[in-house]
């Protein structure tokens, strides 16, 4: 009896010990975060275009000399990566992003689909059946092809509604964004059930009221949704699901003075605060949108406003990641956008060649206005205004356009005259549509599993998807 007490006793420390180690290495557990943040449409020769001005434009807003995306470049393991579909060299925002997501080739159009239109679980579903938080937020509306590919179902992009639908079954926890535009008929605007909720929208005069169904908020409230329509309200939500909706569409790359939403750097701050209180960490995804919009318009000026925006908030992520060190952020683009670039050309009356000055960054920087919006102006005038004298009028009044005109002659329209009056500035564009250019990719933080230098975009899964089964 004397030896069996103390085997016994010596069983029961064992087990006490274990039983506290075990303890021990849960509370020292670090969470894990993942952070894919996707410029939409930033080839590799816009992403250069940031960092060169931050190193050469002589009025360059950083004091030594490199953009946060350069300093994450050179802390973090690089690679090329291609992003063609299963049977097409060019994509769109939609197969690009259902591959990031899925990790299954698919079609442009499709959203969370593979190439034979089955439904494919994304890594923020899969994050979330482990009990991870997760949230997704764009400058652009929440509907569109790259948010709705890590949540949504569909064979084609614009089945607005059923991807609402979608979301609400899915239900991240945070989505912020544009969009209102989307989620109400017109019936919906008339209706007395939703006045009340409709008082706190600030930009309610802009709602057009484009969904084809009429329950949409509805399903959006019956599954728990807070929603915002202002930073405030965003600020002031943090229980819950959040959906923010801070824009009819998409957010102004020049926000008007009663603007009252968030910029892309308030919303990775919140969301990152909301869904840092899950025990176990979270997936996040961060889309600069706008950037493929205005790349689109082959608007260099509005393209520089949109790339600043972005690189402030990889600033706040950069250091979040320092501090947070089982955190992983990768930076990429989904397609290049427009086919940007600086060419050096011969002047109009001059036989000496250009390179381009620095100080044609000085330029890039006064933009007053979108030109999208302009272009509308100009499109309301009568006939007999619409003509190269008013075009030079906006060019230099609503524009902020400087230097001698001339060139512009009559028989220009306003579009053309836009790309004519940047060539000659030596800013070309190839195209205003995609091209199959490949693209940067960043892993900055916790990246030691990373060991490709040449990736497809369904690598992109594979990669965020093992790090949540570490």
Known sequence: MRKIIPLFLSIFLLISCTTNQTKKDNTNQQKKNVILVIADGAGPNIMN????YARLAPKSPYKDKKSNLEKMFDLGKNGIMLNYTDKTIVTDSAAAATQFATGAKTNPYAIGVDANGKKVNSV????????YATGVLTDVYVLDATPAAFYAHRVNRKMRDGIIEDMTITQPDIVLGGGLNYFVSKADLKNARYQELFKNVPYLNQVKGQAKQDDNLTKV???GYNL???KQEMENLNDGKILGLFAPVFFPPYPPADWQGPTLLDMTKKAISVLSENEKGFFLLVEAGAIDWVAHEND?????QELLEFDETLGYLKKFADTNKDTLVIVTADHDTGGFGFNYYTPRNSKKEDYNAFEKFTALQNGKNLIYDVYQKYKTLPEEQKNSVTIKKMFKEDLGFEG???????EEDFYSAFLHYWKEQGIVWSTQKH???PLFVVFYGNNTNINKNILHNTDLFKIMNN???K
Request: hydrophobic share 40%; proline share 3%.
């Open 49 to 52: 275009y940031l960092m060169e």
């Open 124 to 131: 923020l579903y899969n994050a979330k059946q482990k009990g």
């Open 221 to 223: 409230l019956d599954s």
């Open 228 to 230: 915002a329509f202002t």
């Open 300 to 304: 260099p000026q509005a393209l520089l």
């Open 404 to 410: 001698n005109l001339d060139f512009l002659n009559d």
């Open 435 to 437: 091209t199959n250019a």
């Open 467 to 469: 790090y949540f089964k």
